[in-house]
Protein backbone atom coordinates (compact mmCIF):
# COMPACT_ATOMS: atom_id res chain seq x y z
CA UNK A 1 0.00 0.00 0.00
CA UNK A 2 1.39 3.46 -1.22
CA UNK A 3 -0.10 7.00 0.29
CA UNK A 4 0.49 9.56 -2.35
CA UNK A 5 0.82 13.29 -0.81
CA UNK A 6 1.51 16.71 -2.16
CA UNK A 7 2.72 19.43 -0.61
CA UNK A 8 0.38 22.52 0.25
CA UNK A 9 3.09 24.83 0.10
CA UNK A 10 6.98 25.64 1.33
CA UNK A 11 8.76 26.46 4.98
CA UNK A 12 11.30 28.95 4.73
CA UNK A 13 13.78 29.50 7.78
CA UNK A 14 17.58 30.76 8.35
CA UNK A 15 18.64 27.22 8.56
CA UNK A 16 20.27 26.31 5.20
CA UNK A 17 21.57 22.92 6.49
CA UNK A 18 20.09 20.60 9.09
CA UNK A 19 23.89 20.48 10.99
CA UNK A 20 23.84 22.92 13.70
CA UNK A 21 19.98 23.50 14.14
CA UNK A 22 17.67 23.66 17.27
CA UNK A 23 16.12 20.68 17.80
CA UNK A 24 12.86 21.27 19.01
CA UNK A 25 10.35 24.33 18.84
CA UNK A 26 10.90 25.48 22.41
CA UNK A 27 14.61 25.60 21.46
CA UNK A 28 14.03 27.78 18.97
CA UNK A 29 12.29 30.55 20.84
CA UNK A 30 12.39 34.22 18.65
CA UNK A 31 13.86 32.32 15.07
CA UNK A 32 11.43 33.62 12.18
CA UNK A 33 10.63 31.63 9.57
CA UNK A 34 7.61 32.17 6.76
CA UNK A 35 5.27 29.69 4.74
CA UNK A 36 4.09 29.97 1.50
CA UNK A 37 0.97 28.58 0.56
CA UNK A 38 0.42 27.03 -2.76
CA UNK A 39 -2.04 29.38 -4.53
CA UNK A 40 -4.55 26.53 -4.73
CA UNK A 41 -4.57 25.89 -1.18
CA UNK A 42 -4.57 29.66 -0.19
CA UNK A 43 -8.75 29.42 1.20
CA UNK A 44 -7.57 26.84 3.48
CA UNK A 45 -6.23 29.06 5.92
CA UNK A 46 -9.03 31.57 5.96
CA UNK A 47 -9.47 31.81 10.44
CA UNK A 48 -6.37 30.98 10.76
CA UNK A 49 -5.36 33.89 11.93
CA UNK A 50 -7.23 33.50 15.82
CA UNK A 51 -4.16 30.98 16.61
CA UNK A 52 -1.90 31.71 18.07
CA UNK A 53 -0.01 28.25 17.62
CA UNK A 54 -0.59 26.04 15.00
CA UNK A 55 0.84 22.35 13.93
CA UNK A 56 3.21 22.27 11.33
CA UNK A 57 3.35 18.27 9.77
CA UNK A 58 6.17 18.05 7.01
CA UNK A 59 8.19 16.41 4.43
CA UNK A 60 11.68 15.87 5.94
CA UNK A 61 13.05 15.67 2.58
CA UNK A 62 16.30 15.48 3.28
CA UNK A 63 16.48 12.38 5.46
CA UNK A 64 17.87 9.71 2.69
CA UNK A 65 17.88 6.79 4.65
CA UNK A 66 15.89 5.73 7.88
CA UNK A 67 16.76 3.84 10.83
CA UNK A 68 15.35 1.61 13.23
CA UNK A 69 17.56 2.58 15.89
CA UNK A 70 19.53 5.36 16.35
CA UNK A 71 21.02 7.63 18.76
CA UNK A 72 19.20 10.63 19.32
CA UNK A 73 20.73 13.46 20.15
CA UNK A 74 19.74 13.84 23.44
CA UNK A 75 21.27 10.93 24.96
CA UNK A 76 24.37 8.31 23.87
CA UNK A 77 22.14 5.05 24.19
CA UNK A 78 20.59 3.29 21.01
CA UNK A 79 16.99 4.25 20.82
CA UNK A 80 14.09 2.98 18.81
CA UNK A 81 13.22 5.40 16.02
CA UNK A 82 9.57 5.85 17.42
CA UNK A 83 10.63 6.44 21.22
CA UNK A 84 12.85 9.50 19.82
CA UNK A 85 12.12 12.47 17.66
CA UNK A 86 14.84 12.19 15.23
CA UNK A 87 14.57 12.28 11.97
CA UNK A 88 15.40 9.48 9.89
CA UNK A 89 11.75 7.66 10.42
CA UNK A 90 10.58 5.00 7.99
CA UNK A 91 8.00 8.13 7.03
CA UNK A 92 10.06 11.13 7.43
CA UNK A 93 7.22 12.87 8.57
CA UNK A 94 8.27 16.41 10.70
CA UNK A 95 5.79 18.02 13.24
CA UNK A 96 6.55 21.25 14.65
CA UNK A 97 4.05 23.69 17.43
CA UNK A 98 4.63 27.01 16.05
CA UNK A 99 3.84 30.50 16.74
CA UNK A 100 2.04 32.29 13.86
CA UNK A 101 2.81 35.92 13.89
CA UNK A 102 0.96 36.98 10.97
CA UNK A 103 -0.69 35.91 7.66
CA UNK A 104 0.00 38.13 4.88
CA UNK A 105 -1.91 36.50 1.47
CA UNK A 106 -0.49 33.50 0.99
CA UNK A 107 2.62 34.16 3.55
CA UNK A 108 2.19 33.11 7.24
CA UNK A 109 5.04 33.96 9.47
CA UNK A 110 6.20 32.47 11.57
CA UNK A 111 8.28 31.97 15.15
CA UNK A 112 9.85 29.40 17.02
CA UNK A 113 11.35 27.62 13.73
CA UNK A 114 13.37 24.32 14.06
CA UNK A 115 12.53 23.41 10.29
CA UNK A 116 15.41 23.46 7.33
CA UNK A 117 14.28 25.66 4.87
CA UNK A 118 13.03 24.98 1.86
CA UNK A 119 10.64 22.45 3.57
CA UNK A 120 7.69 20.90 1.94
CA UNK A 121 4.81 21.39 4.11
CA UNK A 122 1.84 18.69 4.07
CA UNK A 123 -0.58 19.85 6.91
CA UNK A 124 -1.63 22.82 8.80
CA UNK A 125 -3.63 22.23 11.91
CA UNK A 126 -4.96 24.76 14.88
CA UNK A 127 -2.88 24.31 17.90
CA UNK A 128 -5.47 23.34 20.72
CA UNK A 129 -4.42 22.62 24.45
CA UNK A 130 -7.29 20.85 24.91
CA UNK A 131 -6.59 18.28 22.11
CA UNK A 132 -2.84 17.63 22.59
CA UNK A 133 -2.25 18.42 26.31
CA UNK A 134 -5.32 17.01 27.78
CA UNK A 135 -3.82 14.76 30.87
CA UNK A 136 -2.13 15.54 33.90
CA UNK A 137 0.63 12.66 33.86
CA UNK A 138 2.69 12.54 31.69
CA UNK A 139 5.83 10.17 31.71
CA UNK A 140 8.63 10.69 29.11
CA UNK A 141 10.92 7.57 29.57
CA UNK A 142 14.64 8.04 28.39
CA UNK A 143 14.30 11.33 28.03
CA UNK A 144 13.47 12.02 31.90
CA UNK A 145 17.01 12.21 32.56
CA UNK A 146 18.03 14.48 29.22
CA UNK A 147 15.20 16.82 28.67
CA UNK A 148 17.03 19.35 30.62
CA UNK A 149 19.65 19.42 27.67
CA UNK A 150 17.12 20.41 25.11
CA UNK A 151 16.83 24.52 24.99
CA UNK A 152 20.43 24.24 24.51
CA UNK A 153 21.10 21.19 21.81
CA UNK A 154 21.63 22.00 18.59
CA UNK A 155 21.56 19.07 15.65
CA UNK A 156 24.89 17.83 14.26
CA UNK A 157 25.53 15.63 11.67
CA UNK A 158 24.36 12.24 12.09
CA UNK A 159 21.56 12.09 10.44
CA UNK A 160 22.42 13.44 7.29
CA UNK B 1 6.06 16.48 -6.10
CA UNK B 2 4.86 13.61 -5.11
CA UNK B 3 5.50 11.97 -1.69
CA UNK B 4 5.12 8.43 -0.95
CA UNK B 5 4.51 7.10 2.26
CA UNK B 6 4.11 3.02 3.67
CA UNK B 7 1.77 1.96 6.60
CA UNK B 8 4.07 1.29 9.44
CA UNK B 9 1.28 -0.77 10.66
CA UNK B 10 -2.36 -0.76 10.99
CA UNK B 11 -4.40 0.80 14.38
CA UNK B 12 -7.42 -1.28 15.30
CA UNK B 13 -10.61 0.53 17.52
CA UNK B 14 -14.16 -0.30 18.59
CA UNK B 15 -15.21 2.36 15.66
CA UNK B 16 -16.05 0.91 12.87
CA UNK B 17 -18.02 3.44 10.85
CA UNK B 18 -16.62 7.32 10.86
CA UNK B 19 -20.49 8.22 12.00
CA UNK B 20 -20.72 8.72 15.96
CA UNK B 21 -17.02 8.57 16.83
CA UNK B 22 -15.71 11.32 19.01
CA UNK B 23 -13.73 13.59 17.94
CA UNK B 24 -10.64 14.26 19.65
CA UNK B 25 -8.82 11.84 21.82
CA UNK B 26 -10.11 14.18 25.41
CA UNK B 27 -13.45 13.18 24.21
CA UNK B 28 -13.07 9.91 23.84
CA UNK B 29 -11.32 8.88 27.75
CA UNK B 30 -11.33 5.19 28.44
CA UNK B 31 -11.51 4.20 24.75
CA UNK B 32 -9.42 1.15 23.84
CA UNK B 33 -7.77 0.19 20.54
CA UNK B 34 -4.49 -1.37 19.77
CA UNK B 35 -2.00 -0.93 16.80
CA UNK B 36 -0.54 -3.94 14.97
CA UNK B 37 2.90 -3.37 14.24
CA UNK B 38 4.64 -4.78 11.02
CA UNK B 39 6.87 -6.90 12.04
CA UNK B 40 9.58 -4.81 9.89
CA UNK B 41 9.63 -2.23 12.29
CA UNK B 42 9.24 -3.71 15.60
CA UNK B 43 12.66 -2.97 16.56
CA UNK B 44 11.95 0.67 15.93
CA UNK B 45 9.33 0.41 19.30
CA UNK B 46 12.33 0.00 21.60
CA UNK B 47 12.37 2.32 24.85
CA UNK B 48 9.14 3.41 23.89
CA UNK B 49 7.01 1.87 27.01
CA UNK B 50 8.78 4.36 29.17
CA UNK B 51 6.13 7.26 27.84
CA UNK B 52 2.92 7.48 28.98
CA UNK B 53 1.13 9.13 25.68
CA UNK B 54 2.31 8.99 22.58
CA UNK B 55 1.42 10.56 19.28
CA UNK B 56 0.19 8.97 16.20
CA UNK B 57 0.21 10.21 12.85
CA UNK B 58 -1.80 8.13 10.41
CA UNK B 59 -3.98 8.08 7.27
CA UNK B 60 -7.69 9.14 7.21
CA UNK B 61 -8.01 6.49 4.16
CA UNK B 62 -11.75 6.77 4.45
CA UNK B 63 -11.72 10.56 3.27
CA UNK B 64 -12.39 10.32 -0.76
CA UNK B 65 -12.60 14.18 -1.22
CA UNK B 66 -10.93 17.03 0.61
CA UNK B 67 -12.50 20.47 1.05
CA UNK B 68 -10.52 24.05 1.59
CA UNK B 69 -14.02 25.63 3.31
CA UNK B 70 -15.72 23.04 5.69
CA UNK B 71 -18.45 23.37 8.72
CA UNK B 72 -16.75 21.72 11.65
CA UNK B 73 -18.36 19.85 14.32
CA UNK B 74 -18.19 22.12 16.31
CA UNK B 75 -19.57 25.54 14.73
CA UNK B 76 -22.18 25.96 12.35
CA UNK B 77 -20.05 28.88 10.43
CA UNK B 78 -17.59 27.60 7.70
CA UNK B 79 -14.26 27.92 8.31
CA UNK B 80 -11.10 27.45 6.07
CA UNK B 81 -9.82 23.51 7.03
CA UNK B 82 -6.41 24.43 7.83
CA UNK B 83 -7.90 26.21 10.80
CA UNK B 84 -10.18 23.16 12.06
CA UNK B 85 -9.25 19.45 12.80
CA UNK B 86 -11.99 18.40 10.34
CA UNK B 87 -10.61 14.66 8.52
CA UNK B 88 -11.50 16.13 4.42
CA UNK B 89 -7.75 18.40 4.52
CA UNK B 90 -5.86 18.45 1.20
CA UNK B 91 -3.64 15.17 2.45
CA UNK B 92 -5.80 13.44 4.60
CA UNK B 93 -3.32 13.24 7.81
CA UNK B 94 -4.58 12.55 11.46
CA UNK B 95 -2.99 13.10 14.67
CA UNK B 96 -3.86 11.73 18.09
CA UNK B 97 -2.31 11.57 21.16
CA UNK B 98 -3.36 8.86 22.75
CA UNK B 99 -2.36 6.68 26.19
CA UNK B 100 0.06 4.09 25.76
CA UNK B 101 -1.32 1.37 28.34
CA UNK B 102 1.38 -1.82 27.43
CA UNK B 103 3.09 -3.18 24.39
CA UNK B 104 3.27 -7.04 23.70
CA UNK B 105 5.37 -7.66 20.93
CA UNK B 106 3.91 -6.20 18.28
CA UNK B 107 1.04 -5.03 19.60
CA UNK B 108 0.92 -1.70 21.27
CA UNK B 109 -2.42 -1.35 23.87
CA UNK B 110 -3.88 2.44 23.65
CA UNK B 111 -6.67 3.97 25.37
CA UNK B 112 -8.23 7.65 24.14
CA UNK B 113 -8.61 6.52 20.82
CA UNK B 114 -10.82 8.57 18.17
CA UNK B 115 -9.84 7.09 15.59
CA UNK B 116 -11.66 4.21 13.06
CA UNK B 117 -11.02 0.52 12.99
CA UNK B 118 -8.02 -0.17 10.44
CA UNK B 119 -6.78 3.14 9.83
CA UNK B 120 -3.17 3.02 8.34
CA UNK B 121 -0.84 4.01 11.00
CA UNK B 122 2.08 6.52 9.06
CA UNK B 123 4.26 7.59 12.46
CA UNK B 124 4.39 7.69 15.74
CA UNK B 125 6.48 9.65 17.98
CA UNK B 126 6.44 9.80 21.99
CA UNK B 127 4.42 13.04 23.41
CA UNK B 128 6.64 15.11 25.33
CA UNK B 129 5.33 18.66 27.14
CA UNK B 130 8.32 20.15 26.77
CA UNK B 131 8.12 19.65 22.87
CA UNK B 132 4.28 20.21 21.62
CA UNK B 133 3.24 22.27 24.58
CA UNK B 134 6.24 25.05 25.77
CA UNK B 135 4.06 28.54 25.63
CA UNK B 136 1.72 29.74 28.37
CA UNK B 137 -0.67 31.96 26.12
CA UNK B 138 -2.69 30.07 23.65
CA UNK B 139 -5.19 31.85 21.67
CA UNK B 140 -7.94 29.26 19.65
CA UNK B 141 -9.51 31.79 17.45
CA UNK B 142 -13.38 30.43 16.75
CA UNK B 143 -13.01 27.37 18.88
CA UNK B 144 -12.67 29.79 22.06
CA UNK B 145 -16.43 30.13 21.92
CA UNK B 146 -16.98 26.58 21.06
CA UNK B 147 -14.31 24.57 23.04
CA UNK B 148 -16.84 23.48 25.48
CA UNK B 149 -18.64 21.05 23.58
CA UNK B 150 -15.42 18.83 22.48
CA UNK B 151 -15.95 16.59 25.39
CA UNK B 152 -19.41 15.46 24.06
CA UNK B 153 -19.55 15.92 20.49
CA UNK B 154 -19.75 13.01 18.49
CA UNK B 155 -18.97 13.00 14.73
CA UNK B 156 -21.89 12.64 11.68
CA UNK B 157 -21.91 11.87 8.30
CA UNK B 158 -20.82 15.36 6.64
CA UNK B 159 -17.60 14.26 5.72
CA UNK B 160 -18.19 10.68 4.37
Known sequence: MEIIFKPIGTIYSPFNETT?????????????????MNDEF????????GF?????????HLIEHS???????????????????APARPNP????VVRLIDIQDNNLIIENVD????T??????????????YDDDYRIGWLTGNIY????????????
Open 42 to 49: IEGIKDLD
Open 149 to 160: KLKNMKSDERFK
Open 20 to 36: GMPIQPSAAIGIHGCII
Open 93 to 96: IGLS
Open 115 to 118: IVNG
Open 67 to 85: QLLVNPFMDSVERGIFSTR
Open 120 to 133: PLLDIKPYVPECEN
Open 52 to 60: SHIILIYYL
